[in-house]
């Protein structure tokens, strides 16, 4: 299919230069002047010996480097290397002498002692005679062996149990729309309103596929500052996407920019953002669980989310035995205590502790006991224990907003022992292709899609 692409988008822009009185072979010519004033490079590849950049803490961890040069003059200098804890201490410092002539290239292996358990960074500088680079990577040693402290308050379970009575309170008003502008011969698409916690509306949509059988059900939640759609992808689910208060369609009651949303009510558990946005994810299950003459199978729901996303559906799971499978990527705010110790190492601070400390700061008299003392409440970590279905986590093990570590120890407070993580060593806030495909299978094996 690329290839044919490629071929009409050759033939079309060669009719086009041939119509517009242009040589062609000219313009081949400046692209290839355009080049070699582009020559001088340095092209550099950095491979961990195991794919997913995971080691046991017996193992002695590789790395190989590749390295080409397209500088005319000769490069010298050295490949330095430092390996430090994920909070930027350094644990040892080694450099290998390099040497490249023009168009040449050579492979360096480097071997890295045994650690323990832990996420691990490893910065390389390259210093050459005309180029000078610096590459990051991170790694992990038997994350199954981390453990992290659970910070719960006496009364979570409590708290939660309260404002789940609290939402069966509110009437939902369920309304569903069918939109015949977007649906398609092969899917209905509807517009899903209703009221949930606080009486707030909320919205989301609903995807059917116009064949006959009863499906089971792709429920999406939303990303920080993520507005969701109607997903026509599902071929074998139904697929329902909810806009949680205040992002996407729900912003008829609250509408806050993604530089203040997730400090809105931070000072007050009882009035904190998140309480309404967790309980809007339930409320979105309600509607799932009342519609079955929409074609949903309500006895097999899967929730998948991504960063936020990651952090709703874990709650969402902990909270609800109607979800009989999770799936999530990147999952934000886990694990919040470490997630702070690891971002304050950072050079620029990134989100979500970009947002915090700004509050923070701008707050005298404000203090971290007293952030803590409400995010515990909605630390995802916290929820994990409450978690029972079987669950598929993936994550970048280059993410800053989501350190590995923070993932893999709310990962391991997990209540399921059908439970299974994927790393992608290169990615930073996101997983990649592989990672979907795999998520695919999986979902098809626990939910029995043929």
Known sequence: MFKRYKALLLFITTGFLWLNGLNLNACFAQEGKKDEEHEDEVYIEVDPRNKNAIFNDDDDIGYKIKVKSTYKETQDGKLSYDLLTDENKLISTHSLPVHLTHNSSDSYNITLPHQKAG???????????????????????????????????????????????????????????????????????????MRSYQNYLIRGWLVVPTFGRRLPVHYRVPGYGVEMHPNMDADDFVAFDLNVRGSGNSQDSIKLNTDIYSTHGLEDRDNYIYRGAYMDCIRGLDFLASHPKLKIDTTRIFVEGGSQGGALGIMVAALDKRVKALTVQVPLYSDIRDTYAVSATYDVQVFPFKMFRKYHDSHPGYTWDEFYKVFDYYDPQNFAPMVKCPVLMGIGLLDLYCPPRSSMSMYNHLGTKDKEYITVANSTHE????????????????????
Do not use: C
């Open 431 to 450: 997983v990649n292709f592989n990672y979907f495909m795999f998520q695919n299978n999986w979902l098809r094996e626990k939910l029995r899609v043929p």
């Open 119 to 193: 996420f691990y960074r490893l910065n390389m500088r390259f210093n050459f005679t005309s180029y000078d680079d610096t590459v990051k990577r991170v790694f992990g040693v038997s994350p199954l062996k981390l453990h992290s402290e659970l910070h719960r308050p006496d009364d979570f379970e409590a708290f939660w149990k309260g404002t789940l009575v609290e939402l069966k309170k509110v009437p939902p008003q369920y309304k569903v729309i069918e939109r015949k502008d977007l649906s398609t011969k092969y899917k209905t698409v509807y517009l899903v309103e």
